[in-house]
């Protein structure tokens, strides 16, 4: 029997990274009808949180605002792993003081914005660093502030709530907060961290938890941490469930396993006084799976 949140038609384009761009690729099944269009390319980089994520286990940052306050849970099932994170970070890029390579921005020096605070908890301001090719050493952006715990060691003891109002206090810009709403815990019911991937069958995947919309993004791995992405999806309507058909499963027909990134953000634009840029404010919620392929 076919359950209601299989789709019925489902209109893709599908950017893979380093190979040719597909078509779109219609596919039918019984259930109502969704469209499912890859994302834009992650922006990474100045603006992403590897450098204190080393592990991967938050999906790339995919905004170019200047200040940026996120808050998020993670959780990572593979074989005879799981680990569960928290993160929070806040960082606040100057416009007037960019970093050029080779005639293109490529980020931005920092601001301090004093001191930093969720639900009272304060972050740890620590130095942003951005890689650049060909240089022998990283550049120094300036501050940013964080808190990162992982598998209940670290960031003050914080941990990411799902259905949580969180209150961001600075006291850089004025006098500043702002509250935000995390959507609800997103948790992959099936496939399970034990299962694998046929490249020849649909791939359904059931979850409960998350907010309005779901992304997808689908990844190489190398001991188990994301490498490279591949495929990034998203739906713009959470129905607890979604087909992932063969013909985009072909793309990790190299691939020996590949990891599943599930996650959903609540996201809000602010302003503070006495910085000049919008203020993205954003929770979210994320499930990983490593997951092994097969014919």
């Known amino acids: 029997m076919h359950c209601r949140w299989f789709y019925s038609v489902i209109l893709l384009t599908l950017v893979a990274a380093g190979c040719r761009k597909l078509g779109p690729v219609d596919l039918v099944d019984d259930g109502p009808t969704i469209a499912i269009a890859s994302n834009s390319t992650p922006i990474d980089g100045a603006f992403g949180t590897e450098d204190i994520d080393s592990s991967r286990l938050f999906p790339p940052v995919e905004s170019k605002v200047l200040g940026q306050l996120i808050v998020g849970g993670s959780v990572y099932d593979g074989p005879a792993q799981h680990h569960e994170a928290s993160l ?4 606040f890029f100057d416009r007037n003081a960019p970093i050029v390579l080779n005639s ?5 020096k920092t601001l301090d914005a004093g001191n930093v ?4 908890v304060p972050l740890v301001p620590n130095q942003k660093r951005l890689p650049l090719a060909g240089a022998a050493v990283d550049t120094v952006l300036g501050v940013q502030y964080s808190l990162v715990n992982k598998d209940g060691v670290g960031g003050r003891g914080f941990q990411f709530i799902g259905g949580h109002t969180y209150q961001w206090k600075i006291s850089g810009f004025g006098t500043f907060s702002s509250n935000v709403a995390s959507p609800a815990l997103l948790h992959i019911d099936s496939p399970g961290p034990n299962d694998s991937v046929s490249l020849s069958h649909n791939l359904r995947v059931r979850w409960t938890g998350g907010g309005n919309a779901i992304r997808i993004l689908i990844s190489q791995v190398q001991a188990g941490v994301r490498t490279r992405a591949l495929v990034r999806l998203r739906l713009n309507s959470n129905q607890g469930g979604t087909v992932i058909p063969p013909a985009l499963l072909q793309i990790l027909r190299n691939e020996r396993s590949a990891l599943f990134t599930f996650s959903s953000e609540d996201t809000t634009t602010t302003t503070a006084s006495g910085y000049p840029d919008q203020i993205r404010v954003t929770t979210s919620t994320t499930h990983n799976l490593l997951l092994s392929i097969r014919p």
């Open 117 to 120: 605070s969720i639900d009272d």
């Open 104 to 108: 293109v921005t490529v980020g931005y």
């Open 88 to 91: 929070a970070r806040a960082i």
